[in-house]
């Protein structure tokens, strides 16, 4: 048989000497009490006492169950040391009593539900419009306002056809169509190489990293200011050339001031 451990039995040793000594008390109370105190004490109930009579008679039973709890726990007092401790580590780890609410019921919490909004949001705005009928519709206004200003042009403005070209006089000076005015204006400044391959496939290759570089969804120009940035740039770039090459270039191809010299620029 397992030695009972030196602690549990001097904790069973207090407990028992505790009951006992609240066991004398109450005897020594209840034979020095007056005979006549239980009538005294009932006199209240049944006179001019403004305690409910169904108050009194809850607090009369609930003191006589106390009572009989402890002259019964006092009877049944444990014999063994061993005994003793087990029931008191078994009495400091049972748990609090839960508390009752009314008729008895024991109050729990279920949940805690967060305040939502009143108003029901079925659908959230998007910025966002179909391409029928908003984008064909104004792309087709626009196309019809560029082809009725270009007739209204054509009948005002004479623009007849230049003669044969003839091989063996070479125009003074010898430009390109506009739209490689630019790369010709380039080929005055640098060596054939950086200028026709070399800035031409840096800018095309920039304007194809873009889109990796740039990667904000936005849609929004002061939302994609390096994107607008990129191309204004390269815009500018070929633009400033290409006016230099049509109205500040005469004879020979060398720098001209168009309202002193003339226009050497043809369509």
């Known amino acids: 048989m397992a030695e009972i451990p030196e602690h549990l039995r001097k904790r069973a040793e207090e407990a028992r000497k505790k009951a006992e000594a609240k066991k004398a008390a109450e005897a020594g109370e209840v034979a020095a009490a007056p005979a006549e105190s239980g009538a005294d004490a009932d006199a209240p109930a049944a006179g001019d006492s403004k305690i409910p009579a169904h108050l009194l008679?809850?607090?009369?039973?609930?003191?006589?169950?106390?009572?009989?709890k402890e002259s019964a726990g006092a009877g049944g007092e444990l014999v063994g040391a061993g005994v003793g401790s087990a029931a008191a580590a078994v009495a400091s780890a049972a748990p609090p009593p839960a508390a009752a609410g009314p008729a008895g019921h024991t109050q729990r919490l279920l949940t805690v539900v967060k305040a939502g909004s009143i108003q029901d949001v079925k659908a959230a705005p998007v910025d966002k419009v179909h391409v029928w009928p908003h984008l064909l519709a104004v792309e087709f206004v626009s196309a019809l306002a560029v082809l009725a200003f270009?007739?209204?042009?054509?009948?005002?403005?004479?623009?007849?056809?230049l003669a044969v070209a003839n091989i063996?006089?070479?125009?003074?000076p010898s430009k390109a169509p506009w739209y490689f005015l630019g790369l010709q204006e380039l080929l005055t400044m640098f060596h054939p190489m950086v200028a026709g391959v070399t800035i031409p496939g840096i800018g095309i290759f920039l304007l194809i990293l873009a889109p990796y570089i740039d990667r904000n969804p936005s849609n929004k120009p002061e939302d994609r200011k390096f994107a607008i940035a990129l191309f204004t740039v390269?815009?500018?770039f070929w633009a400033v050339l290409t006016i230099i090459s049509s109205f500040f270039r005469g004879p020979g191809y060398n720098f001209i001031l168009p309202w002193n010299d003339g226009l050497f620029f043809e369509l």
């Open 234 to 236: 390269q815009m500018m």
């Open 150 to 161: 270009t007739l209204i042009f054509s009948i005002f403005v004479n623009a007849p056809l």
């Open 57 to 68: 008679e809850r607090s009369k039973a609930a003191k006589a169950a106390k009572a009989a």
């Open 168 to 172: 063996n006089q070479t125009p003074n």
